[in-house]
């Protein structure tokens, strides 16, 4: 356990940002996952909405921080060859 004062703070901060970010994680957790379900549906038009939609959030975790751009990208490069066989 921390004994300054400043440790205390940054224990207390830590912990509403990991609470804050774990609400964006779960979102665009569920946002990819609805992403893989139009693409194995077989629906081209609603699969590339929900992949857009996906990607768009990606982008947006890595931006402010809360995943690394690697790991974005490595999501979004998965995402986008799913949907590439599908289309092919």
Same mark, same amino acid.
């Given at each position: 356990m921390?004994?300054?004062?400043?440790?205390?703070?940054?224990?207390?901060?830590?912990e509403?940002?990991? *609470?804050?970010?774990?609400?964006f !994680?779960?979102?665009? =957790?569920t946002?990819i996952?609805q &992403?893989?379900?139009? +693409?194995e549906s077989?629906?081209?038009? *609603?699969?590339r909405?929900?992949t !857009?939609i996906?990607v =768009?959030d990606?982008?947006t975790l &890595?931006?402010r921080g +809360?995943?690394?751009k690697?790991?974005?990208?490595?999501r979004k490069?998965?995402?986008?060859?799913q949907?590439?066989?599908l289309?092919?």
């Open positions: 921390a004994n300054h004062k400043s440790a205390l703070k940054r224990i207390r901060q830590n509403k940002r990991r *609470e804050h970010n774990r609400t !994680r779960n979102r665009t =957790r946002l996952k &992403a893989r379900v139009a +693409i077989g629906n081209v038009e *609603e699969a909405e929900a !857009r996906a =768009r990606i982008d &890595a931006s +809360i995943i690394h690697r790991n974005a990208a490595r490069s998965r995402l986008m060859q949907l590439a066989s289309e092919s």
